[in-house]
């Protein structure tokens, strides 16, 4: 058996966009070698169900079909459950597993979509909103979408300009653009068939990584930015036309005006009135719906709010409704129908926008339709989707900030000696990054298992000096976070006082749980009790995970490995060597009898501008690639690695001041430090290598807009020429210096003397 490599060729049908112009995100494809014949058209396999392609509805998704031959939505089935029936591949056979083919996509930043497959063609999603249709058994591809993205939107996306999958439904496939636009697409041919702009005009900072969720008639898209300055909603379309249905705000937003719908009023009771409205409240759903078509529900996670302190946000306290909840909303009307609040007035980032899935459980000798949860808080609920009633909730991980959930009230029980940092730093766990995140767990209905990549990792968190002062379209969390594993070099560099408070904390003696851990595991979600877990290779290292009824549970790793273990007992059945690293949930499908596992593979998401050594080390860096396996396929191609970076160039003559660097470094760590990490292989570009003719352009890169489509924003409205100039000092100060180390280690003498002007 030997596998194909396949890569776009120029005879391909693209879809609307500006086409390649994005040259440091996108490889120059033009450049590389296509492996295996591929000019496109379509698989005919669309012949082998009758249907159109891209045909999904209602019958189908609710037939043995969903999680069978095909995996038709991002969790594969209605319930969004991440669970095969396949099982061709399985224990006694998984150690033939190899590469039937990959596709390069041909970009170098995050992939977190989970494939869906229908008819024998792939249709997933890429680098801010991109669409590709594959054909499945072989990899080639049918059409790629490119969706024209307004860039500017990138400062509002925190956590890299990745998308979470589409959803396809009745031949249409959709896709929301990191700039809020949601397309509609003809899913033979990529052309748009409708689009529609899903972003306000209020001015706030919002991106769109997630899937669209189809429920009854609409499509429904939420969006991010709840760290900047969001007021989180989400939107429904017509499937069809794509006319506005409705729209559901998550938040109320300033009481001084009217309320868009009834339900605000009742959130509204759990705010201050006197709240920091200016900053927008956040509650964004930027991931996780899911849809039951019995009960004609959508149940919708929302997120965190702004500023995250709660003496600052809501002065008087209060719950403030909808944040860190599920609503269960009716998608005819758009009306809420009930909700549950996981984490009530929450203050510590505890987002409830993690994957969701629908089951069903016997409980106490009855079926129950349920609804299972693992946000980041670090408590499994389980819910009555019918009601909203919770039945249990269910530590996973370590957490600290409340001692439980108590079951009659619903409520969780706060320790606010552990984790209210309103009156001085604590050390909370689970960070800020969750217990669990995005990364899709996977339910298997006959073990009665979930598997959960986890987290287990605190937060140093404090209330930064100072007046909260709202800054438009930029982060106004007030709330200073330091990752528990990184504690011990940030601590030196805090005033004393503070150092001998954290010293002191009960969490700071312990220094193993301080290093932080993730790891993989399965849990039985009514108990709690652990059947078993894997340990990742660091705390960073989480990916999604898929298991079958082949008695298989699947894995990427941040270290470039693809992983199957044994789902009874979590014994490690085979390992192939990627090269890049992966983030996202595989998925299972049969085609012409063959049973196929794939996964997206690169590098990214939050923490994308500090790229893992293992994606950063192969040529180009990070280039992202859909990867499929079958029995007795072959090795996964290896990269070459990169070549030594070049040396640091010499840098321009310093003209600023002590002063002047010094409030460069402030402006740069406010401003464009999220990005910009200028380690040697970060994914933007290491600012401590710029040549004197990207100084020279410096201003008009930074507040004109000069490499606004390679996804630089432009920040005229936030920093002056002044600004600009300090933030240059401060730059050509790192270059100096990094430039000096390096000529140090390798023994050169500088090639002049530093010079001062
Ligand atoms: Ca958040």
């Not at 991002?74 to 597993?97: F, M």
Request: net charge negative; aromatic share 10%; proline share 8%.
């Amino acid at each position: 058996m030997t596998q194909t490599t396949v890569m776009p060729a120029p005879g391909l049908a693209r879809t609307s966009g500006r086409g390649l112009s994005a040259s440091w995100m996108l490889l120059a494809l033009a450049s590389l070698v296509v492996a295996s014949g591929c000019t496109g058209g379509s698989p005919s396999e669309s012949a082998r169900s009758g249907r159109a392609p891209g045909w999904i509805d209602r019958e189908r998704l609710y037939s043995s079909e969903a999680g069978e031959d095909w995996w038709l939505t991002v969790g594969g089935d209605a319930g969004g459950t991440h669970y095969s029936r396949l099982k061709d591949i399985n224990r006694e056979n998984v150690a033939r597993l190899g590469l039937a083919w990959q596709f390069e996509t041909g970009t170098i930043r995050g992939l977190e979509a989970t494939p869906i497959v229908v008819d024998g063609v792939m249709y997933t999603s890429g680098v801010a909103g991109r669409v590709y249709a594959l054909d499945a058994a072989t990899g080639k591809p049918i059409w790629i979408f490119e969706p024209e993205v307004d860039m500017q939107v990138n400062r509002g996306a925190c956590c890299d300009m990745v998308n979470r999958g589409v959803a396809v439904w009745e031949g249409l496939v959709y896709v929301a653009a990191l700039d809020g636009v949601l397309y509609a697409l003809d899913a033979a041919t990529g052309k748009v068939v409708w689009k529609a702009s899903t972003f306000i005009d209020d001015g706030r900072a919002r991106a769109s990584t997630g899937a669209p969720q189809i429920a009854g008639d609409v499509v429904v898209i939420g969006h991010g930015g709840a760290e900047y300055d969001a007021r989180g909603y989400i939107s429904a379309y017509d499937l069809k036309t794509g006319e506005f249905r409705w729209r559901f705000f998550t938040v109320p937003g300033d009481p001084s005006r009217p309320y868009e719908h009834p339900e605000l009023e009742e959130a509204a009771k759990t705010w201050d009135p006197k709240s920091r409205w200016d900053m927008g409240g956040g509650g964004t759903v930027w991931d996780a719906m899911a849809y039951d078509a019995e009960l004609n529900l959508l149940y919708v996670g929302t997120g965190n709010s702004t500023p995250y302190p709660r003496a600052i946000r809501s002065p008087g306290g209060g719950d403030n409704l909808y944040v860190c909840s599920i609503l269960a909303i009716d998608p005819r009307t758009g009306r809420l129908v009930w909700h549950y609040q996981e984490t009530p007035g929450d203050q510590w980032d505890f987002t409830a926008t993690q994957p969701i899935i629908l089951t069903d459980l016997e409980i106490e000798g009855r079926k129950r339709r349920v609804l299972l949860h693992a946000p980041k808080n670090g408590f499994l609920y389980v819910l009555d989707r019918a009601t909203g009633e919770l039945l249990a909730a269910p530590k996973f991980a370590y957490t600290n900030w409340a001692t439980h959930v108590d079951l009659k009230t619903g409520r969780p029980v706060e320790n606010p000696e552990a984790a209210d940092y309103s009156r001085g730093p604590k050390i909370v766990y689970p960070a800020t990054a969750g217990a669990h995140n995005w990364h899709k767990m996977a339910w298997d209905p006959e073990l009665r298992l979930l598997f959960i990549p986890t987290q287990e990792m605190g937060n140093l968190i404090f209330i930064p000096p100072g007046e909260p002062e709202y800054r438009p379209g930029r982060i106004n969390a007030n709330a200073a976070l330091v990752f528990t594993p990184q504690l011990e070099f940030v601590l030196p560099t805090l005033p004393p006082p503070m150092q001998e408070q954290i010293r002191a904390l009960p969490e700071y003696r312990n220094k193993e749980r301080l290093r932080g851990r993730s790891f993989l595991q399965a849990i039985d979600p009514l108990t709690g009790e652990r059947r078993w877990s894997v340990d990742s290779a660091g705390w960073w290292d989480r990916a999604g995970v898929l298991v079958t009824a082949g008695g298989l549970v699947f894995q990427g790793s941040a270290t470039g490995t693809f992983n199957v273990y044994d789902s009874s007992t979590g014994e490690l059945l085979k390992t192939i060597e990627v090269g890049t690293s992966i983030l996202a949930a595989p998925m299972t499908y049969r085609v012409d009898g063959v049973q196929y596992v794939a996964v997206m593979a690169a590098w990214g998401g939050g923490g994308w501008s500090f790229p893992q050594p293992e994606s950063a080390q192969y040529r180009f860096g990070n280039a992202g690639r859909i990867l499929a396996f079958r029995l007795d396929g072959g090795p996964v191609p290896q990269r070459e690695p990169l070549p030594e970076p070049p040396p640091i160039p010499e840098p321009p003559p310093q003209f600023g001041d002590a002063a002047t660097i010094a409030r460069g470094e402030a402006l740069f760590s406010q401003t464009c430090s999220l990005c910009h990490s200028n380690q040697t292989r970060s994914l933007a570009p290491d600012l401590r290598r710029m040549t004197p003719a990207v100084y020279e352009a410096f201003d008009s890169i930074v507040l004109e807009g000069l490499l606004l489509p390679n996804g630089m924003p432009r920040w005229d409205d936030v920093l002056t020429p002044e600004d600009t100039r300090a933030i240059r000092a401060y730059l050509i100060d790192q270059q100096a210096k990094a430039y000096a180390a390096e000529r140090a280690a390798l023994d050169v003498p500088p090639a002049s003397a530093p010079r001062q002007h």
